[in-house]
């Protein structure tokens, strides 16, 4: 409980770290059910990756021609720039194709993943400086954050939840019934791209913050959880983000408190919550058929 | 025809850029009620979803309405082709058909939300609103979808083998519905099914089209329907 009210005491040092935690906490999992829900899980886990690749590859581009970056705002602005450009780049490839319906989904983005973490090995082994920012973000070490980030992420974040919060029902219906929205005259290519763009926006400014690890829990475990307790598409995305921003709270208190790195506390704790809701729900059907 | 609510011209439907039906010429009235039969695969749910404007066609053109106002489709799918990862309740799946109405951004209204359960208590399901959409029984997701295809005010009721998968019981109880919905409404039908005892048995459909090897036979269902007519299909089918 001390540590609980160290935290969120307004002038905690990490007190940035904390908030964005808090924030993609809430937000990331309102994407996840969308995910979810069109049976896109493996879609969370790849582009993350690919975001990552994507920060590797600017930073690296930028030692190459400009040397290394200073640690300030335009660091953030690269990986921002690397992580957007690649992430959306795979994305519209990845909608052209499935639209075209050409090959395997799943073979195509199960490849995407080896490539992206391949290629981001390759990458930093080829510059040190850059290695040592990219490996702490691949660990999830969520420890400070500039105010600028946190204002770019604020503001990005509430972005997508405006988008999702308005247009709940349009990417309801063409999640849950693609032929019945053609039929009510709905473009269902336009609320596929904000979908995509939604997914996009989310995943870059994510991973530069807690990285793809993280992200991927954030995006895929909550909506989990809520999904076994409550039903329909809006109630689901309320639990999942109350559910994510308090295991953001929870994991973040405990990382503090026991010296772990944040992004894997707040997963295994993700898992775990998983675990009880599961074990909960299986008692509970027992005992029903039981009695 | 001026009147027609939808015209086929000359229509080729198929998925991929390969057509599976060709030259289609066809013309819906306001207030027919007709029934699109034929053999599995060959083609009557294609011709449907031509018509809600699910499918693009390959070549030719459908016009649908014939002045300024589009034509309003209350499409009723396979019940079986909804899948839900979160399960909607009833009364969620049937709010569906009023997304159409409004625009986008728009909240749903309080006289949405009442026109939905006057819906659902047209076919029956307002006690069950509560429900996981999935928990329903064969019969029941028909009926909450053709709520949903109600819900949607429409000229035109499109319905996918509305019969298949369920008992014949609940069969009865679907086709009882959709014949007061046409006769109370006055509801212009185009059903795809292949319970043809079913179509014998309810009046209200007066006209069939056998879909067979690409081309439509239409005509009144007490020919149509005819013992002989069914022989010389299904031989022709089985060959």
């Known amino acids: ?291 | 025809m001026a009147d027609a609510l939808i015209s086929f011209h000359d229509v080729a439907l198929g998925y991929d850029g390969v057509p599976v039906l060709e030259g289609l010429a066809l013309d819906v009235h306001r207030g027919d009620f007709l029934a699109l039969v034929g053999p599995n695969g060959c083609g009557k749910s294609t011709i449907l979803k031509g018509m809600a404007g699910i499918l693009e066609p390959l070549r030719g053109s459908i016009r649908r309405g014939s002045g300024e106002k589009p034509v309003r489709f209350g499409y009723v799918p396979q019940g079986e082709t909804i899948e839900m990862v979160f399960p909607l309740t009833v009364f969620q799946v049937a709010l569906m058909g009023t997304y159409g109405r409004i625009g986008p951004g728009w909240p749903v209204t309080h006289a949405d939300h009442a026109r939905v359960r006057a819906c659902l208590d047209d076919v029956g399901m307002a006690d069950l609103q509560r429900k996981p959409f999935p928990s329903l029984s064969g019969g029941q997701r028909q009926r909450v979808l053709i709520a949903r295809a109600l819900a949607t005010e429409p000229d035109i009721l499109l319905l996918d083998e509305p019969l298949s998968g369920i008992d014949v019981q609940a069969a009865q109880v679907i086709m009882d519905l959709i014949e007061r919905l046409h006769r109370e409404r006055r509801l212009t039908m185009v059903m795809v099914s292949h319970h043809l005892k079913a179509l014998r048995e309810h009046e209200a459909v007066r006209e069939v089209v056998w879909v067979y090897e690409g081309k439509l036979l239409r005509g009144p269902a007490t020919t149509m329907l005819s013992p002989e007519m069914v022989y010389r299909m299904m031989d022709a089918e089985i060959g």
Not at chain 1, 72 to 97: C, E, K, P, R
Not at chain 1, 153 to 173: C, D, P, R, S
């Open chain 1, 1 to 291: 409980m001390d540590t609980l009210l160290e935290i969120l005491n307004l002038h905690f040092l990490l007190r940035n770290a904390l908030y964005g935690g808090l924030v993609i906490g809430a937000v990331a999992p309102l994407v996840g059910v969308y995910l979810l829900a069109r049976r896109m899980v493996f879609i969370g886990i790849a582009l993350p990756q690919v975001s990552t690749a994507g920060v590797a590859g600017a930073f690296v581009w930028h030692t190459f021609f400009h040397g290394h970056p200073s640690r300030d705002v335009n660091d953030f602005v690269i990986a921002l720039v690397g992580s957007s450009v690649l992430t959306f780049a795979v994305i519209l490839v990845l909608a052209l194709l499935e639209r075209r319906r050409r090959g395997l989904l799943e073979g195509r983005i199960a490849m995407l993943y080896a490539v992206a973490g391949a290629a981001t090995i390759l990458l930093l082994a080829s510059d040190r400086v850059t290695e040592i920012g990219i490996l702490s973000l691949l660990k999830g070490e969520i420890i400070a954050i500039p105010d600028i980030e946190l204002v770019i992420l604020l503001l990005g974040y509430g972005a997508i939840m405006a988008l999702l919060t308005i247009f709940h029902k349009e990417l309801v219906l063409v999640t849950v019934d693609r032929e019945m929205a053609v039929s009510l005259g709905k473009h269902v290519l336009v609320w596929d791209l904000l979908l995509f763009a939604v997914i996009g926006v989310t995943i870059s400014l994510g991973v530069l913050v807690v990285g793809p690890l993280v992200m991927f829990g954030f995006l895929i475990v909550p909506p989990m959880i809520a999904g076994r307790l409550v039903m329909g598409m809006r109630t689901v995305s309320i639990v999942a983000a109350l559910v994510g921003a308090g295991i953001a709270l929870i994991g973040f208190a405990a990382a503090y408190r026991l010296d772990w790195p944040t992004g894997p506390t707040d997963v295994a704790l993700a898992g775990v919550v998983l675990a009880v809701v599961t074990a909960g729900q299986a008692l509970r059907t027992f005992s029903l058929r039981s009695a």
